[in-house]
């Protein structure tokens, strides 16, 4: 008799798990798709293929930073770093610009890339925890380019260099150079994360890291090597948008490193690591975008409401995603 | 013997000054299934920490295929080909089971990519070999715990190409039917030539599968040999170190038996119920009794406890107090009820050792003095003198940090927090564990003078001596389920090891 209404019970569960397990992974596209079709209806200027080219690439900065910082929340670490990188990426490019394309990249990406370095010796060697040692390499680097740039009274401009201005402003089929350059770093940041024995390190790292290290995986290395990535995608991301905006401003990227957690975790990823996909977090980017720009187009509505309502839906996907993985562990 | 792949020579391994194992001597022959057995403390896990390259030994060596070795970690300990399956299972959780078996060592194709076809297709092919049909796509947390572990087995066997084989009490957390499809393969890997080193409590299971045995005690040797030579009776009590025919009367415990034992049973908890731990485990203890819980390491002991206090969930069964049900699954019912348990970890579960003993003894009874949210500091103060001078709790005052206190003025403060709540039932889980002798005679006096104020009284030891010379009636546990009782002049050491001893019984049989 028992049995009987175990079986009927475990075919409700498995339903509702499989129910659960979709939307943890794909909700934030069906939010998405929901609020593309109601800014479609609501605003004439919305759907507009200029429009649409536009979000592409001011997301495709924010874009890159959640790509690296998807690998470090896969292996269960944090980078709140990114911010300040970025924006030091930007004057650093800016600044190198002068000595032509090369060096505007080669800059940026070794000085980022070092930190990033830098943060994973100390979290995978020294054990540190992630938060603190990030949150000490984001003021360091926020400090380092206050005195490059004499506290941001000195602007870097980029003057006559079209070959990595176009890097920022240029366009390639009518899609921007930087969204171009987003979307090749998510097709190998995809293949690296799941079609390489890297990637499904990370996933096991943050998964269990007594188990990982264990079966004998190289957790210390794996560890370095996210916080190195996410180091180079922040710089990255910080060059191409001095080549957009032709000069390294100081006071970007204050807080983005909030919002590429945002991104992350509205796209699926699990904070506490082990679990997450890349494709969520381009949908949680674009989300964050589409929000941004359907409040400009409302316009007279105050552009500091666009956290608010982007800090409300990060509240209520992570509410149901909690309640979802309670329902799917019973 | 076959062929020795694996020994441990004159082992000595000390933590901090104590010393963990003491010249201890062990040989893995190939094609051979060798039981470790041994109660808590006794050194198991430290052996083969010392065997996996975890511990360094700091006397005597580890050998392998004849040869000094130094496994710095359990990595080189696993490419050398020697693999451990621990008791919880080291998978990652949140991978498929195909991504789980070949982690770090995935097929790659020609571009060095993971090729996902042959990963799964490699997975089912060596869950196959050993006779498991597990769909290689499902993330593993969805198995169940027992699949999870031959997931495990196999990963072992696979990537490392284990030619010896550790397993640390693999079959705790397994069904009956998971067990025969373990021993299946155990039995496979014997016949392939790997040497097994099975640690377990279980004695059924030892004399199924083992050949030879070791029995540790205080990280002492005491046995080895082929376990045929060793039966059952004799196992349990090298194990506890008791000599059969001549139980000693040293009288050092001072708990007697022999309470009035006449009126209507104060606990009451019936067929007591949790999937692979308890057993249909049933219990009565009338006021002014002690009752003894005897049985061996993992024989459930402490989770009858547990359960009994609210602290885990049952799929069945129930707990009254003077008659009354108490709702299940609560530890706040059940001290609302009465019932009051001393942990067995008191470092971990019961002491603040920052804090003060006043602070610490009124902490749970804090409800009852308050008035409108404000505590009272003089009915507080009283409360912790009494209980200061009953228990005589040596201190400087109740000012002083239980931390600075020695163990067994800990437990008396432990026991001075409970009772601060006027408990009927008192459930005791190793109350002398790391106490000194003086202070031990001391907390069992105690025991006994609680009883006869009429408190029920439920009492867990690893000594069984202080369980037969202190307890009114002793209830023996085997593998999560009652294997006997015996009551009055009966209470003698050889009755209790022999029903620890008992064949069957247990779950399933």
Not at chain 2, 314 to 332: I, M
Not at chain 2, 459 to 486: C, I, K, M, N, P
Request: net charge neutral.
């Amino acid at each position: 008799m028992s049995a009987v209404a175990v079986e009927v019970d475990t075919a409700g569960v498995a339903r509702r798990e499989r129910a659960a397990a979709f939307f943890q992974r794909n909700g934030a596209l069906v939010v998405l798709v929901l609020v593309v079709v109601a800014g479609a209806l609501a605003f004439p200027s919305f759907a507009t293929g200029v429009n649409l080219r536009n979000i592409a690439v001011q997301v495709s900065f924010l874009a890159l930073i959640a790509l690296g910082m998807t690998f470090v929340i896969i292996s269960g670490g944090i980078d709140l770093s990114v911010g300040s990188v970025y924006a030091l990426g930007g004057v650093l490019a800016a600044w190198a610009s002068q000595f032509g394309l090369l060096a505007a990249l080669a800059l940026p990406l070794a000085v980022c890339g070092a930190i990033g370095l830098l943060n994973g010796v100390l979290i995978a060697r020294g054990r540190l925890a992630p938060f603190i040692v990030t949150l000490a390499t984001l003021l360091g680097a926020r400090g380092l380019l206050l005195a490059l740039t004499d506290e941001g009274a000195e602007t870097f401009l980029v003057r006559d260099q079209p070959a990595f201005t176009f890097l920022g402003q240029g366009s390639l089929l009518t899609l921007g150079v930087p969204v171009i350059i987003a979307l090749l770093a998510y097709g190998l940041g995809w293949l690296g994360l799941n079609r390489t024995r890297f990637g499904q390190a990370v996933f096991a790292v943050g998964g269990s890291e007594d188990a990982a290290v264990l079966m004998g995986l190289p957790v210390t290395r794996v560890k370095v090597w996210v916080y190195v990535l996410s180091g180079l995608l922040a710089g990255l991301a910080g060059a191409l948008n001095a080549a957009r905006l032709s000069s390294g401003v100081t006071i970007l990227g204050v807080g983005l490193e909030l919002d590429a957690i945002a991104a992350v975790i509205l796209g699926g990823t699990l904070l506490s690591g082990g679990a997450g996909s890349l494709l969520g977090t381009l949908t949680g980017v674009l989300l964050l975008g589409v929000i941004q720009n359907l409040i400009n187009q409302v316009g007279t509505l105050n552009s500091n409401f666009q956290s608010v309502v982007s800090g409300l839906f990060l509240v209520v996907v992570v509410v149901v995603q909690a309640w979802l993985s309670r329902t799917q562990r019973r | 013997m076959a062929e020795v792949l694996l020994e441990a020579a004159g082992v000595v391994k000390r933590f901090a000054g104590v010393l963990a194992l003491d010249g201890v001597s062990l040989q893995l022959g190939g094609g051979e299934v060798h039981g470790l057995v041994g109660e808590n403390g006794a050194g198991k896990s430290t052996l083969i920490k010392i065997l996996t390259g975890v511990h360094q030994p700091d006397e005597g060596e580890v050998r392998h295929l004849g040869r000094p070795v130094r496994f710095a970690t359990p990595l080189e300990a696993q490419q050398a080909g020697i693999s451990t399956i621990y008791q919880e299972i080291n998978l990652v959780p949140l991978l498929s089971v195909a991504r789980n078996l070949f982690l770090g060592h995935e097929p790659l194709n020609r571009l060095g990519l993971i090729d996902s076809a042959r990963l799964h297709r490699q997975a089912r092919e060596v869950l196959g070999r050993y006779g498991l049909d597990i769909d290689v796509t499902r993330e593993l947390r969805t198995l169940g715990v027992g699949t999870q572990q031959m997931v495990a087995i196999v990963r072992a066997l696979t990537t490392g190409e284990a030619r010896v084989v550790i397993m640390d009490e693999p079959t705790s957390a397994l069904e009956p039917r998971e067990v025969d499809t373990l021993f299946r393969v155990v039995d496979q890997l014997r016949g392939e030539g790997v040497a097994l080193l099975y640690v377990s409590h279980r004695l059924d299971e030892l004399y199924r599968i083992c050949q030879r045995i070791t029995v540790l005690r205080d990280g002492r040797m005491v046995h080895t040999g082929p376990i045929a030579e060793l039966p059952r009776l004799k196992l349990v009590a090298t194990m506890l170190g008791r000599d059969l025919t001549d139980v000693r009367e040293r009288g050092l415990t001072q708990l007697e038996g022999g309470h009035v034992a006449a009126a209507a049973p104060v606990l009451t908890a019936e067929h007591l119920t949790r999937l692979h731990v308890l057993d249909d485990v049933s219990l009565t203890v009338r006021p002014g009794e002690v009752v003894g819980l005897a049985g061996l390491l993992g024989a459930g002991r402490s989770e009858t406890l547990r359960a009994i206090a609210g602290a885990d969930p049952l799929d069945a069964g129930g707990v009254s107090v003077g008659g009354t049900r108490v709702r299940g699954g609560s530890t706040k019912a059940a001290i609302a009820a009465g019932i009051a348990l001393l942990p067995e970890d008191r470092k971990a579960e019961g002491i603040i050792p920052n804090l003060s003993i006043r602070d610490n003894i009124v902490l749970a009874a804090l409800p009852r003095l308050s008035r409108a949210g404000l505590v009272s500091d003089r009915r507080a103060d009283e409360l912790v003198a009494t209980f200061m001078k009953r228990l005589q709790i040596k201190a400087s005052g109740p000012d002083q940090k239980v931390g600075e206190l020695s163990g067994g003025n800990q437990q008396k403060v432990l026991l001075a927090r409970w009772l601060c709540m006027e408990p009927r039932v008192l459930l005791l889980d190793e109350p002398t564990r790391g106490i000194d002798v003086g202070a031990k005679a001391e907390v069992q006096a105690l025991v006994d003078e609680l009883a006869e104020q009429g408190l029920g009284v439920v009492l867990v030891s690893s000594d069984l001596e202080e369980v037969v010379e202190g307890a009114d009636r002793v209830v023996v546990l085997r593998d999560g389920a009652v294997s006997g009782t015996v009551e009055g002049d009966d209470i003698t050491e050889d009755r209790v090891l022999a029903l620890l001893a008992t064949e069957g019984g247990g779950r399933d049989g």
